[in-house]
């Protein structure tokens, strides 16, 4: 028998998966609407690794709470339970410059908090969707395939993982999500050689149910704010967060892209022209 001094616990990962921007492309007929009201002209997925994911959700719960009983905010609209915002979640799109700036304050004391990110400039999707004409898009295709390349060598460093998907839509996709990880992990495989298979578990979870996704959608919020709107004062925030990013389509450089990191760090002066 093992001598349990020996025994090394087991390492285990939590992994909360958000979007920013949208997958669409088009509206009826065929028309196409990037940039336009409400569609983006940038997507972006990335992962939240949380070290101790009770302990941010306790904080922003509590955060939420105080904020709700605090009588500068009483009347505001987002306020109001019936309005399904911040009263019931954070989600930095819709909460207030006030309210925002105290989830940022909240973020930035939890060390360990890292975010690694795709991007994709959707000229660039609409470019490879035009190559094949006979292929209905479907936004749902850019979301798996953005799955398989972000966790592509995140799912070998620890024994367990739990990763907490923010649910699209009202279908159920945790099959498909959990092919595409499997992808991701065999495609890593053969490249490396590293053959690992680690325990996964896979929830599909409303934001407004988990405060780790409220915050990954704070983070990923900054970052799309930066690329869409050119402004890069959110951004500086949440920098310390930001161990990876993948911006696929900046190729003036490389082919296959920009890499951002800690010691390359994301800078709005070095982002390409936004695409009219």
């Known amino acids: 028998m093992d001598n349990p001094s020996e025994i090394q616990p087991k390492s285990h990962r939590h992994y909360?998966?958000?979007?920013?921007?949208?997958?669409?492309?088009?509206?009826?007929?065929g028309k196409v609407i990037i940039g336009e009201e409400g569609c983006s002209k940038y997507f972006m997925l990335g992962i939240l690794h949380v070290p101790d994911p009770d302990a941010l959700g306790q904080a922003l719960d509590s955060?939420?709470?105080?904020?709700?009983?605090?009588?500068?905010?009483?009347?505001?609209?987002?306020?109001?339970?019936?309005?399904?915002?911040?009263?019931?979640?954070?989600?930095?799109?819709?909460?207030?410059?006030e309210v925002r700036r105290e989830v940022f304050k909240v973020l930035s004391r939890f060390e360990g908090l890292r975010l690694f990110a795709v991007i994709?400039?959707?000229?660039a999707v609409l470019n490879e969707v035009r190559q094949y004409e006979n292929k209905r898009y479907n936004p749902n295709d850019l979301y798996d395939q953005l799955v398989k390349?972000?966790?592509?060598?995140?799912?070998?460093?620890?024994?367990?993982?739990?990763?907490?998907?923010?649910?699209?839509?009202?279908?159920?996709?945790?099959?498909?999500?959990?092919?595409?990880?499997v992808d991701a992990r065999?495609?890593?495989?053969?490249?490396?050689?590293?053959?690992?298979?680690?325990?996964?578990?896979?929830a599909n979870v409303p934001s407004h149910e988990n405060p780790c996704l409220q915050a990954a959608d704070y983070v990923l919020w900054a970052i799309q704010r930066c690329y869409e709107r050119r402004e890069d004062r959110y951004l500086e925030v949440v920098a310390p967060f930001c161990h990876f990013m993948h911006d696929i389509d900046d190729t003036r450089e490389k082919s296959y892209g920009v890499?951002?990191?800690?010691k390359n760090p994301l800078r709005l002066e070095g982002l390409p022209l936004q695409n009219l």
């Open 63 to 97: 955060l939420r709470q105080e904020i709700f009983n605090d009588p500068y905010f009483r009347k505001i609209p987002s306020m109001q339970p019936v309005q399904n915002k911040t009263a019931i979640a954070f989600h930095a799109k819709d909460d207030i410059p």
């Open 120 to 123: 994709r400039d959707k000229h």
């Open 186 to 202: 065999t495609l890593y495989g053969e490249k490396t050689g590293i053959k690992r298979e680690p325990h996964i578990t896979i």
């Open 149 to 181: 390349k972000l966790f592509q060598g995140r799912l070998y460093q620890s024994d367990e993982y739990s990763i907490t998907f923010a649910t699209r839509g009202q279908s159920d996709r945790t099959r498909a999500l959990r092919a595409a990880l």
């Open 259 to 262: 890499y951002y990191a800690l």
């Open 16 to 29: 909360f998966v958000d979007e920013a921007g949208d997958g669409t492309l088009f509206k009826a007929r």
